[in-house]
């Protein structure tokens, strides 16, 4: 069965750094998908990155990219220039190839992130 | 651009009564439908998988009985919560995203639902 897992609860950091949230995920199959997303105070979840697992170099959007180390079942985001709007709840998932069409996504349990200024 | 609405955003209904939710799709055709509920404790369940044409797909834990959803087009879905207690508060999500294995899904804001 598929897993994703968050170990960082929660983390603070000062404005404009950068920041690293981390993710691992169990999986079965030889192929699929992960992604972030961040959950706004007001709870709309918004897409940020994605991973493809057959591809190997890391995906990079804006400020946003993945550090993603297949041999270790790990993809980490990675924040940089944080500025305050980035404070949210960001949840790392995983869709398997068995569910890709119907778009069955496991969810972690989300790092809460808090930027100061 | 493809937005997925969902309507109410926040609702209260009292122990034992049921209430619908509704999900739409604007800009793409929403050829699958997941429905989640995030506890307030953040973490997020599958309700059930709905693909156009297809069976609703009900994960375990959920049943059709208490959370009927309907499909009935590339744009529009509903879910119901029947006979709502306590433990079925929390945010109702809707994910939809169009056929084939990289397409994305994209979220709705959820309906909170407060139960009395």
């Known amino acids: 069965a598929q897993k994703v897992t968050q170990t960082q609860t929660s983390i603070s950091v000062m404005e404009k750094t950068t920041v690293t949230m981390d993710c691992v995920y169990e999986?079965?199959?030889?192929?699929?998908?992960l992604f972030w997303y961040k959950q706004t105070a007001s709870g709309e979840i918004v897409f940020l990155i994605r991973?493809?697992?057959?591809?190997?170099e890391n995906a990079t959007v804006g400020h946003y990219s993945l550090n993603f180390q297949k041999p270790k079942s790990s993809i980490g985001l990675i924040i940089t220039a944080t500025q305050i709007e980035d404070s949210a709840v960001y949840f790392c998932?995983?869709?398997?190839?068995?569910?890709?069409?119907?778009?069955?996504?496991?969810f972690g349990h989300g790092t809460i992130l808090r930027v100061h200024p | 651009g493809a937005l997925v609405y969902q309507y109410p955003r926040r609702t209260i209904c009292k122990s034992g009564t049921s209430m619908r939710m509704e999900c739409q799709a604007v800009?793409?055709?929403?050829?699958?439908v997941a429905w989640y509920r995030q506890s307030p404790q953040k973490t997020f369940e599958l309700i059930a998988l709905?693909?156009?044409?297809?069976?609703?797909?009900?994960e375990q834990n959920f049943t059709q009985e208490k959370f009927p959803i309907s499909h009935p087009n590339l744009s529009f879905s509903s879910m119901t919560v029947l006979n709502a207690y306590l433990e079925d508060r929390g945010l109702y999500l809707c994910?939809?995203?169009?056929?084939?294995?990289?397409?994305?899904?994209?979220f709705g804001p959820g309906t909170r639902l407060t139960v009395l």
């Open positions: 998932a995983m869709r398997e190839v068995a569910g890709a069409n119907t778009g069955k996504l496991t």
């Open positions: 999986t079965q199959d030889s192929s699929y998908f």
């Open positions: 991973q493809d697992s057959y591809k190997k």
């Open positions: 800009g793409f055709q929403a050829t699958s």
């Open positions: 709905s693909t156009v044409n297809s069976a609703i797909k009900y």
């Open positions: 994910g939809a995203k169009t056929g084939g294995a990289r397409a994305e899904q994209f």
